[in-house]
């Protein structure tokens, strides 16, 4: 039976009421589920006369519906106290329908041929995806993504902002006439920032992996802030975000004299999404040497030099707006869209872990970087040579991290064949060692040239694969080592998945329970869930299990690793 509630609403309210409407939504909907009710519309009556021009049909179908029930529910009485202010009506009013109604304006709530998602923009180094997220459930729905580039021309090797752009507007507009996304969270690598002048960039957006930056390195070092104020240790190219802006404000003087504001990535693309800027900590205090995280404000580098164009700092998560006019017709998004204030990726992995029972929780975060945090870690065992550093979760704690490239050196060891634990066994058999690091950037071996000690074997692909896999466990072994890492340690990102890699872990490190989140969307499950705190992301692990058969052997090939390293 289709039945209708009829609400009058003020004069004028129509816009809020749709806004609020939105908002509510996610919680609202779950409960008319519970109540057996399908098709869910909200119309307003198109009726031009002034009696009826603030008139409001929710019109859905229902078989035995308790009318009552609904109505006491605390959900549906937290929906009438959060309308009060702008509706006539005050009491909810259920009656079924005779006669079909005249169609009339409808709401951009429910669309029966449309599932409600959550997009999440996840702008990697090596990869762009755009994953789509049940809107209830959590649940990724599509993943649509391309290969990330840099474009290697004058001034300095950037950001393609243009290409990306295009390709994030063309992807929407495909997804849109799919599904009803109603909010766009952002999630990105760190270390990059955007000089605006106006709404134009007044510089390209600079790679973070360019040595030119280096040229100014004695000059830089001695202005950045000590480690004991910033922790965050010094790096090579253009890592330090600071580093990066010296570097620019000193060789495009006039250019960098026009920039009016600095947007940190996520908050760059936050801006072209919803035309409002704004700063946020995670990104400002990811080894950028501008933020001091014990003290929860800009170092004294930035305070002298550019924290007057930084916008204000909003809180993670915080709603920037909705999507532009323009752009919300163009790609075919509901007005209503959402759009984020954004996180950088490594600290969005630990989103769905803040607030958990339990004293502190190590993650460690796999991409093109492996970043090993701790939640509610402290910041005693840092040693900047070993390139850890304090980064800032979601809530602006300072939290202690470690990390190396462990994607990168990955791609780098690998074949394109995969490894079976006994190509594993034949690598700790014979005793091939690779010896960091395979990668610049960054990790507690950054300063050294990688090498392969083969014994005069040649390998075939699927032992190269398992001679990646082996080094980057001896890595995130090492790394935790020097943590102050939890009994609990969970793997999230590309390792999770790595069968070879948690075998290997959980036999080095007989000391924790090692879990693999069971979560496929890694960071963008986080950045989803600032976005909707009524996703169901927690609870998805599985524990890794150590081969017995394969231990005694790993220790001695372990300890041979360590005594080599340790000489580096």
Not at 165 to 176: G, S, T, V
Not at 208 to 213: A, H, L
Not at 243 to 257: G, I, N, S, T
Not at 311 to 339: F, H, Q, R, Y
């Amino acid at each position: 039976m289709r039945y209708a509630s009829v609400m009058y609403l003020h004069k004028g309210c129509e816009e809020e009421y749709k806004k609020r409407h939105d908002e509510l939504w996610p919680e609202l909907a779950e409960h008319l589920k519970q109540h057996g009710i399908r098709n869910y519309y909200i119309h307003l009556d198109a009726n031009e006369s002034n009696q009826n021009s603030n008139r409001l049909y929710a019109t859905f179908d229902a078989d035995d519906l308790d009318s009552q029930a609904l109505a006491d529910h605390p959900v549906m009485q937290r929906w009438w106290e959060y309308m009060a202010d702008i509706m006539e009506t005050k009491k909810p009013s259920f009656e079924p329908v005779a006669d079909a109604l005249q169609e009339v304006f409808r709401f951009n709530v429910l669309q029966p041929d449309k599932t409600r998602v959550v997009a999440v923009l996840d702008i990697g180094k090596t990869n762009i995806k755009i994953c789509l997220m049940d809107g209830q459930t959590g649940s990724l729905l599509h993943i649509e993504k391309r290969v990330n580039g840099v474009v290697d021309t004058p001034p300095y090797p950037h950001v393609d902002v243009d290409s990306i752009w295009q390709w994030i507007k063309d992807a929407l507009a495909d997804l849109a006439q799919r599904y009803f996304i109603t909010s766009i969270a952002i999630t990105t690598h760190g270390a990059t920032i955007a000089c605006m002048k106006g709404d134009q960039l007044a510089l390209p957006i600079l790679d973070y992996e360019y040595d030119g930056v280096s040229e100014l390195k004695e000059e830089y070092d001695a202005a950045r802030p000590d480690f004991s104020e910033s922790f965050s240790p010094r790096l090579p190219q253009g890592l330090n975000l600071g580093a990066q802006l010296f570097w620019q404000q000193k060789r495009f003087a006039d250019e960098f004299a026009t920039v009016d504001s600095l947007l940190l990535y996520p908050q760059f693309w936050g801006y072209k999404l919803s035309g409002n800027k704004a700063a946020e900590v995670t990104s400002l205090g990811c080894h950028t040497d501008l933020w001091n995280p014990t003290s929860c404000q800009f170092s004294t580098l930035c305070e002298q030099q550019w924290a007057e164009r930084f916008p204000e700092v909003m809180e993670t998560g915080a709603k920037l707006g909705t999507i532009l006019p323009d752009l919300a017709k163009e790609t075919g998004l509901p007005p209503s869209c959402a759009i984020f204030n954004g996180i950088h990726d490594s600290n969005a992995s630990l989103v769905p872990y803040i607030g958990q029972p339990m004293e502190k929780l190590t993650v460690v975060s796999s991409g093109t970087w492996t970043v090993i945090a701790t939640i509610n870690g402290k910041l005693d065992a840092l040693q900047e040579d070993k390139d850890m550093l304090a980064n800032v979760d979601a809530l602006g704690r300072a939290t202690p991290t470690i990390r190396f490239m462990g994607g990168r050196e990955w791609e780098k060891l690998r074949s394109d064949s995969k490894a079976t634990l006994s190509d594993v066994n034949f690598i700790l058999e014979n005793g091939i060692l690779a010896i960091p690091a395979f990668a610049k950037g960054g990790g507690p071996f950054s300063h050294c040239e990688g090498r392969i000690i083969d014994r005069g074997i040649e390998l075939t692909p699927a032992q190269q694969s398992a001679l990646a896999d082996v080094y980057v466990t001896l890595m995130t072994d090492y790394c935790l080592d020097l943590m102050d890492s939890s009994d609990t340690v969970i793997v999230e990102g590309a390792f999770s998945n790595n069968i070879n890699f948690l075998t290997l872990l959980a036999c080095m490190r007989s000391q924790n329970e090692i879990y693999a989140s069971r979560d496929v969307t890694g960071t963008s499950g986080g950045a989803a869930l600032l976005s909707n705190k009524s996703l169901k992301l927690k609870g998805r692990l599985s524990l890794a299990l150590c081969d017995a058969q394969i231990k005694p052997l790993l220790n001695l090939y372990r300890q041979q690793w360590r005594d080599l390293v340790g000489e580096l």
